[in-house]
């Protein structure tokens, strides 16, 4: 399994939009040159943010997008299901019967594979779920000051 490269640009869109002032936006434009992504591909990340309940969307002149969530209720999994979609991550072709042929195949009820990846599904979210952005960014403040990117977000605001 590999996570699109929207996942990890979404963490980064919300990191920065918790950087912004209360009642302030920023514009999808400000945040793709910041972080050096395609502005067109930015702009179906956030849409998918939007629609997920993660990002707010001012429309207008001064209009922009801001947190709709403190980053403390926002996990990697909310981030995973908004980017990748919900539903089963690993799908099971079901090929165990086609595996032990005609005459096994018609006993066959359970499968090991399929088996091992609901239990790898499971502790995938269970991980995902226990991480949140909150965390992250108490990460990143422990290693690196964010003096530089608050004064982009006051210029860019």
């Known amino acids: 399994m590999k996570l699109s490269s929207g996942w990890e640009q979404s963490v980064y869109v919300l990191l920065i939009l918790s950087q912004l002032p209360k009642n302030k936006t920023m514009n ?16 179906k990340i956030i849409k998918l943010l939007v629609n997920e309940g993660l990002i707010l969307s001012t429309p207008g002149k001064y209009g922009g ?25 690993f799908a099971s072709q079901r090929l165990l019967k086609k595996f032990l042929g005609d005459k096994e ?16 599904e499971k502790t995938l979210v269970s991980t995902l779920s226990a991480i949140t952005l ?17 004064k982009w977000v006051e210029k860019n605001v």
Do not use: M, P, W
């Open 28 to 43: 999808s434009q400000s945040l793709s040159e910041r972080l050096g992504t395609s502005h067109s591909y930015l702009k």
């Open 65 to 89: 997008f801001s947190l709709a969530r403190s980053l403390e209720d926002i996990t990697f999994y909310d981030i995973f299901t908004a980017i990748e979609g919900r539903g089963k991550i």
């Open 134 to 150: 909150s965390d992250v960014l108490t990460q990143i403040k422990s290693n690196y000051s964010l003096e530089e990117l608050n």
């Open 105 to 120: 195949g018609k006993k066959a009820k359970q499968c090991a594979v399929t088996d091992s990846l609901d239990i790898i």
